[in-house]
């Protein structure tokens, strides 16, 4: 993804990379080791998400905990009747905590940067929730904000009606079996229908846009970015095309 940014925003992506290096926390867990390596290619994903945004940077976010590959944690959920709580556990591929951390695995991490338009990025995924809970909810509505407050509703009120519309859309093409643009996984719920769009966003937008305008464009306005318009990449010979 560097490789199709314009210069100036390869030297702001660059700088977005320093300050999330100079505040968040490394932790290798796991036996994976922290290297300049695995710090600056997991940053650098996650600093494409702030790339022409007036935002702090994750300011809720302070450590990323960072496996080798996939991991199992303790997962419970309640059952229908509302009392019963059933434990068990679970092999993740990463995870975005409200408060404080985003759990990743290295091989993800490396699989996310090296193969472009796979629709799979697990640093572009967890850290799009790291955004969608700024405001202290996982519902796939991130801060939108805007010049005043009229504009401000406005956006939140378009984005609703796009997105709602858009994961219903999801939900509906899960249940029939049908093919999707978008990972069906994002029909669990709202918060992962944001974090799948935004994976779709960067990595197949010349599909997203074609199949989804109107989702498209709701990202392109958040983001401040279109992918569209990155130098595309050569693949015979992996090289920037003119």
Known sequence: MYSRLAPADRRELESLIQVFLAEKQFEGCGGQEITDEVRVLIAAQAC??????DTECYPRLRSILVYPSSYVAKTWHVEADGRTIVEGIQARGGESWP????VL???????GAME????RNVVLHEFAHQLDQEDGVADGAPLLGG???WQTLQRYRTWAKVLSEEFQQLRRAAEDGRETVLDTYGAQNPA???AVATE???????RL???HPALYEQLKEFYRQDPLLYTPVCPEKNEIST
């Open 116 to 119: 472009l338009d796979k629709d």
């Open 147 to 149: 010049p005043n407050f």
């Open 99 to 102: 408060h404080g951390a985003v």
């Open 48 to 53: 494409l998400l702030l790339l022409h945004r």
């Open 209 to 211: 846009q074609e199949r």
């Open 192 to 194: 992962e229908f944001f």
């Open 105 to 111: 695995t290295w091989d993800g991490a490396m699989a």
């Open 200 to 206: 779709s966003f960067f990595e197949r937008p010349g």
